[in-house]
């Protein structure tokens, strides 16, 4: 009688560690994030000094309160789009709801609509069991490897004869 018991044990274990639906989103995740996602920059952009804040060193006229197309000023198109594969909102309704979408942000130069870069991000929320807790989550790429603020990084770089200053 342990044996069986045991053997239901560690078969339940299998099946909540790799049949479970948010186990199959992550792996979703995963497969989609190896197909398109990361940082992609096309076209790097040169600035001066003064377009730099002295204290931390980032391009002063991003403003992410501003309305989302205004965040990088008037020379600028700052593109954020989401796709919900599984639309939910596990922080709000519970960690046992679940909820995978995509984020795509571009950034694009007015002057020619010349798309300067993009980032592109996998993001699986909830599918815990219930209770007062924070539902997990996984995301592709890793938040310290790829996030929105290093594709501005990237793109935009302070000039060369400046930066020996």
Known sequence: MKKIVLLLIAAAIVYATF????????????????????????????LPADK????????????????????????????????DYVEGHPVINGAQEIAMRRDHIKIIRKSDMKLLGEFVKYHRAGGDLPGPWMPSSHHCPNQLEASSILVIHRIFIKSAEENGK
Do not use: M, S
């Not at 186990?23 to 940082?39: F, K, Q, S, T, Y």
């Open 19 to 46: 049949f479970t639906e948010k186990a199959r989103l992550d792996r979703e995740v995963d497969r989609l994030c190896a197909i398109d996602g990361g940082i992609r920059v096309y076209e790097t952009v040169t």
């Open 52 to 83: 730099f804040d002295k204290k931390y060193g980032q391009i002063n006229f991003y403003k992410p309160t501003q309305k989302i197309e205004d965040t990088l000023g008037p020379e600028y198109i700052y593109q954020w789009d989401i796709h």
